[in-house]
C-alpha cells in the first residue's frame, strides 16, 4: 500500500554536499510526518531530521544536533518527494540513510513513531 524509495546517495569527499530524495507512494508527504533516520557502523539508528504534515505545522522542522545547520529537509508536495540536502559533509555523516513517513502529523523522533521505511541509501564520506 505504501512504498518508500531513496536515492541520491553515493560517495563523496569532506566538505562536499549531496541531496537525497524519497519517492512515496500510497501516502501523502504532506499530510504525514516525515523524516531521515540514519545508521553508521557499530553506531544506534538515530534521527536525523523530521517535519511536521499539515495536520500539525506544516514546515515545522526538527535536526538533530551534528546535522543543524548543514542539513535541510524539504518536501515536494506536488512530486509527493521528501528530501535531505546534505552540505558541508563529514566523515562521521557516514551512514545507511533511511526515509520514515508517519500517518499522524506531528512529528517524533523515536523509530519506533514511524511505521513506513524506506529500505536506504549509502552515503560515504572520505576523509
Known amino acids: 500500500q505504501v512504498q518508500l524509495g531513496e536515492s541520491g546517495g553515493g560517495l563523496v569527499q569532506a566538505g562536499g554536499s549531496l541531496r537525497l530524495s524519497c519517492a512515496v507512494s500510497g501516502r501523502s508527504v504532506d499530510t504525514n510526518a516525515m523524516g531521515w533516520f540514519r545508521q553508521a557502523p557499530g553506531k544506534e539508528r538515530e534521527i536525523v531530521a523530521a517535519?511536521?504534515?499539515?495536520?500539525?505545522?506544516?514546515?515545522?522542522?526538527y535536526y538533530a544536533d551534528d546535522v543543524k545547520g548543514r542539513f535541510t529537509i524539504s518536501r515536494d508536495n506536488a512530486k509527493n518527494q521528501l528530501y535531505l540536502q546534505m552540505n558541508s559533509l563529514k566523515p562521521e555523516d557516514t551512514a545507511v540513510y533511511y526515509c520514515?513517513?508517519?500517518?499522524?502529523?506531528?512529528?517524533?523522533?523515536?523509530?519506533?513513531?514511524?511505521?513506513?521505511w524506506g529500505q536506504g541509501t549509502q552515503v560515504t564520506v572520505s576523509p
Open positions: 520514515v513517513a508517519r500517518p499522524v502529523s506531528s512529528m517524533m523522533a523515536g523509530a519506533q513513531y514511524y511505521d513506513a
Open positions: 517535519m511536521s504534515g499539515v495536520g500539525y505545522l506544516g514546515g515545522m522542522t
